[in-house]
C-alpha cells in the first residue's frame, strides 16, 4: 500500500523503497571493473551519436524532397534544420570526448587538433 500522507513525504522509514535500478550495458561480476565502465562509456556515446546522426540525415532527406516536392505533397520532417545542426554539434563533441578518454587511457594528454 502506497502512503499517500503528505506528512511522511521525506520520512525513508515510512517510504518504500524504489525498484528503479540504473541502467547498465554490463552485467555480471565484471560490471565494476574498468574496463567495463570503458565500455559502457563507448555504448553510451556510440548509441547517442548514432540516434542523433541518424535524425539530422532523415531530417536533411525530407528537407530535400520538400524541396523537390509540389507544395501539396510536402512533409514536416521529424526536426527542423536548426535541431539538426544541434544534434550534429552535440555528435562532434562526443566523439571527441569519447577520443579523449581513450587518449588518456593510452598516456596522451591532449589530442585537439582544432585550432
Given at each position: 500500500?502506497?502512503?499517500?500522507?503528505?506528512?511522511?513525504?521525506?520520512?525513508?522509514?515510512?517510504?518504500?523503497?524504489?525498484?528503479?535500478?540504473?541502467?547498465?550495458?554490463?552485467?555480471?561480476?565484471?560490471?565494476?571493473?574498468?574496463?567495463?565502465?570503458?565500455?559502457?562509456?563507448?555504448?553510451?556515446?556510440?548509441?547517442?551519436?548514432?540516434?542523433?546522426?541518424?535524425?539530422?540525415?532523415?531530417?536533411?532527406?525530407?528537407?530535400?524532397?520538400?524541396m523537390d516536392a509540389d507544395d501539396a505533397t510536402t512533409v514536416a520532417p521529424a526536426i527542423g534544420v536548426v535541431e539538426a545542426d544541434?544534434?550534429?554539434?552535440?555528435?562532434?563533441?562526443?566523439?571527441?570526448?569519447?577520443?579523449?578518454?581513450?587518449?588518456?587511457?593510452?598516456?596522451?594528454?591532449?589530442?585537439?587538433?582544432?585550432?
Amino acid at each position: 500500500m502506497i502512503d499517500t500522507d503528505p506528512c511522511n513525504a521525506n520520512d525513508a522509514s515510512v517510504q518504500a523503497a524504489p525498484i528503479h535500478q540504473n541502467f547498465r550495458w554490463i552485467e555480471g561480476a565484471a560490471r565494476d571493473t574498468p574496463y567495463a565502465h570503458f565500455l559502457e562509456t563507448v555504448l553510451d556515446i556510440s548509441t547517442g551519436v548514432y540516434t542523433g546522426l541518424q535524425m539530422a540525415y532523415a531530417s536533411a532527406l525530407e528537407h530535400a524532397a520538400n524541396m523537390d516536392a509540389d507544395d501539396a505533397t510536402t512533409v514536416a520532417p521529424a526536426i527542423g534544420v536548426v535541431e539538426a545542426d544541434h544534434l550534429t554539434r552535440l555528435s562532434i563533441a562526443a566523439i571527441g570526448l569519447l577520443r579523449d578518454r581513450v587518449a588518456r587511457l593510452n598516456g596522451v594528454e591532449k589530442t585537439d587538433t582544432t585550432p
